[in-house]
């Protein structure tokens, strides 16, 4: 049973620092992306961050308002992968997710597409706020 687990979120200062990870089962990360997606109150979901197999060099994307901050990285023996956030704004604050590419040849294109994903995770809580 393809699964995944995202955990790490909280409450932060801005200006702080969070790391998110996001646990899979089910499959083996060698195969496919990662997307990391958020969702704010009221607004729709957007793509934050994604990066490719190893085998595709482990390529990745950023949304423009998090580049500089945010850095995706990947432990595909631990099957995890982890989205470090660092001097966090009030406009970052959103229920965050991961998921799986559909395909396994997933370049993470700019900007990645919710379409393109599947397999979400429940999503975690980051709150931003002083």
């Known amino acids: 049973q393809v699964q995944l687990v995202e955990s790490g979120g909280g409450l932060v200062q801005p200006g702080g620092s969070l790391r998110l990870s996001c646990e899979v089962s089910?499959?083996?990360?060698?195969?496919?992306?990662i997307g990391w997606f958020r969702q704010a109150p009221g607004k729709e979901r957007e793509g934050v961050s994604c990066i490719s197999t190893s085998s595709t060099d482990s390529k990745t994307y950023y949304k423009d308002s998090v580049k500089g901050r945010f850095t995706v990285s990947r432990d595909d023996a631990a099957n995890t992968v982890y989205l470090q956030m660092n001097n966090l704004e009030s406009e970052d604050t959103a229920v965050y997710y991961c998921?799986?590419?559909?395909?396994?040849?997933?370049?993470?294109?700019?900007?990645?597409?919710?379409?393109?994903?599947?397999?979400w995770g429940q999503g975690t809580q980051v709150t931003v706020s002083s």
């Open positions: 998921a799986a590419s559909r395909t396994t040849w997933y370049f993470c294109p700019s900007p990645i597409e919710e379409r393109d994903f599947r397999s």
């Open positions: 089910g499959f083996s990360l060698d195969y496919f992306a």
